[in-house]
Structure formats: C-alpha cells, structure tokens
C-alpha cells in the first residue's frame, strides 16, 4: 500500500508562484513514476500535468510547459511540482499519482486546490 500526501496549494495572484509537494510512503519510491494530474469542475477527467519516470524523464503538457518543473528527491520519498508565471487556467485541484512499475498499481494522493486570482 503507498500513501502519497500532497501539499503547498493555495491562493496566488496571476503570474505568481506556487511549489507543491508530494511525500509519498509504503513503496520503494525511487522504481516509482510519479505525476501531476489536475482536475476542474469543468474537466471532471483528470488532466495529466507532468510526469517524471524513476530514470528523471519529464513530460509536460503543452499548457504548462516552460512554466512548470517536476522534480523529485528520492532521499526524501518527495516529488515536486514548481509553478510559475501561474494563470487562472491552472485553477483547479492538483493530485499526485504513483506509478509503482513493480506491481503495475496506480495510487493517488488526496488532493490540493490551487486557486489563481485576483
């Protein structure tokens, strides 16, 4: 079983910025893939963000790319999401996703709002 917990959402001004955080626990983090998903009310299927394979491949989607950056810190069991030059767009509730190649199981964490406004 992997729990992921995820923090840092929060309200932010347009062009501001936001790090958010993923501690995950309960699986041999550094073999996991780990990603971004978000979800507005309006898109009620999640959106894939960004991605980053245990080797540090990173995708992105087309809408974020050069604003945001996934990285992770497998000492830490923690993957991050910076994001910067934020838009209302982004508005949405960000979750974490471990890909655990070993069982082939997806887990996801709870949830953070991001909310960009004015």
């Known amino acids: 079983q992997v729990q992921l917990v995820e923090s840092g959402g929060g309200l932010v001004q347009p062009g501001g910025s936001l790090r958010l955080s993923c501690v995950a626990s309960g699986s041999i983090f550094s073999s996991n893939n780990m990603a971004w998903y978000r979800r507005t009310p309006r898109k009620q299927r999640g959106e894939l963000v960004a991605?980053?394979?245990?080797?540090?491949?990173?995708t992105y989607a087309d809408s974020v790319k050069g604003r945001f950056t996934i990285s992770r810190d497998n000492a830490k069991n923690t993957v991050y999401l910076q994001m910067n030059s934020l838009k209302p767009e982004d508005t949405a509730v960000y979750y974490c996703?471990?890909?655990?190649?070993?069982?082939?199981?997806?887990?996801w964490g709870q949830g953070t709002q991001v909310t960009v406004s004015s």
């Open positions: 991605r980053i394979t245990s080797g540090g491949i990173t």
């Open positions: 996703n471990a890909d655990v190649v070993l069982t082939g199981i997806n887990y």
